[in-house]
Structure formats: C-alpha cells, structure tokens
C-alpha cells in the first residue's frame, strides 16, 4: 500500500469515528466531561493528518 493510501484509509476512519460522535452526543449517549475530551482527541488526530498530507 502506498503511503497516500494509508493517509486516504486513515482519513475515511477519522471522518467514520467524527460521525459516530456526532451520532452518541444527539443520543445523549456521551458524559459531557467525555465528550470534550474525546472531541480533543479527534481534533489532534485531524491535525497530525493534515501535517502528514502536507509533507506527502
């Protein structure tokens, strides 16, 4: 597998994981204290990617 398609499979994974959140905080399914961090975490991980495209 090409390093883009690693980038591109770990992209589709984080936007999977960005919806799944999205879907558990309308069911009320998420602590507040939970949600932020995992909110935190996505965001990092959206970071890192967007280094990891810029220096492909």
């Not at 690693?6 to 879907?23: N, S």
């Amino acid at each position: 597998m090409e390093p883009h398609d690693y980038l591109r499979h770990t992209l589709d994974c984080l936007e999977e994981a960005q919806t799944a959140l999205r879907l558990a905080q309308r069911k009320g399914q998420i602590e507040p204290d939970r949600e932020a961090k995992l909110l935190e975490r996505l965001n990092t991980l959206t970071r890192d990617l967007d280094r990891a495209q810029d220096a492909h």
